[in-house]
């Protein structure tokens, strides 16, 4: 079973309090692919410029993620940079270039488009349509997205919502979206536009799963050491992603991304354990089953 990605692929300036480093591998459709890869197989959508270094593709292959839709241009690859205030959850984002995402369009290679699970990452809406408009009856669509396009592409946003199953976005983002105060209420305004699901994420407060008629507030893993909360919310949706691609069969349930937000609250505390994404470089199977096995004793979860 494989899990259809697109998204970013960047490189990443991020400075915290206590650290900063520039020309990270960074972007949307990395950090989820390779959370995903640690469950299923992965197909990547995005697009570099030729300054992106080699390694970083090595890096992809040797997690299994199929290459053939990242697209290799003349140019330079985007970059984002973005600094962390003290407590390390609110970010201000310094700098963008687009590059070489100025003339994006995403194209699916043979085989990609059949994909069960699609994973729309944090891109333009209007690029995410355009994955879908190729993708043959996808069986779940989830969809992140971003204060950025809730302010300048509201309606490409409110147009795809119609198309997708879930959408994953912060709780300052649903706030933003639906001009209520209460998560609750813009959980339920939010399916009421469209998707079935909805994850509200709280960073170090965890998350909150709606459907129609269903709740579950879900805990983050209780973390000392955070050193750079970059991607935990692109980890978090491909690692969810990555589980109903390889672990549920049929149509998906409440209770099954119950339990995928679990496993993907699980991987996005391993990723913000280091920079970039070098925690997951080092990352191996035992220690996710270990620590969703802690994590579910500590939370009393009964999934
Ligand atoms: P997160 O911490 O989950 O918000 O994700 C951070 C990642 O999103 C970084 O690695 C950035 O490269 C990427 N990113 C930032 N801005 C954008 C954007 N406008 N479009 C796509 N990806 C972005």
Redesign the pocket.
């Known amino acids: 079973m494989s899990v259809l990605i697109v998204?970013?692929v960047?490189l990443?300036s991020v400075k915290t309090p206590i650290e900063e480093h520039s020309d990270l591998l960074?972007?949307?459709a990395?950090?989820a692919s390779v959370s995903a890869s640690f469950f299923s197989r992965v197909n990547l959508v995005g697009i570099v410029g030729t300054d992106f270094p080699q390694a970083h593709l090595d890096y992809f292959g040797s997690r299994g993620v199929d290459l053939r839709g990242l697209q290799v241009v003349e140019g330079k690859t985007?970059r984002?940079s973005?600094e962390y205030m003290w407590d390390l959850n609110t970010?201000e984002?310094r700098s963008?270039e687009l590059n070489v995402?100025e003339h994006f369009t995403p194209l699916l290679p043979e085989g990609y488009e059949t994909a069960r699970i699609v994973l729309l990452a944090?891109?333009?809406p209007s690029l995410q349509a355009h994955v879908l408009d190729q993708a043959k009856a996808p069986g779940f669509v989830i969809a992140d997205t971003?204060d950025?396009w809730i302010n300048i592409a509201r309606g490409d946003l409110e147009s795809l919502l119609k198309r997708v199953d879930m959408l994953i976005l912060n709780d300052s983002e649903a706030r933003q979206f639906t001009g209520e105060t209460s998560l609750i209420k813009a959980g339920k305004k939010i399916i009421g536009m469209g998707p079935r699901f909805v994850a509200v994420k709280k960073g170090e407060h965890g998350c909150l799963l709606f459907s129609e008629t269903e709740f579950f507030s879900c805990p983050a893993y209780p973390l000392e050491d955070i050193h750079d909360?970059?991607?935990?919310?692109?980890t978090f949706a491909g690692g969810l992603a990555g589980y109903l691609a390889s672990r549920v069969e049929g149509e998906v349930g409440f209770a099954d991304l119950r339990r995928a937000v679990v496993w993907g609250s699980v991987m996005a505390s391993f990723n913000v354990e280091a920079f970039s994404l070098e925690r997951l470089r080092t990352l191996v199977q035992p220690e996710i089953e270990a620590r969703f096995g802690e994590f579910r004793a500590l939370a009393n979860f009964d999934c």
Do not use: E, H, K, Q
């Open positions: 998204g970013s960047a990443d960074g972007g949307s990395s950090y985007f984002w973005g970010r984002t963008v995402f944090n891109i333009a971003m950025l909360p970059t991607g935990a919310g692109d």
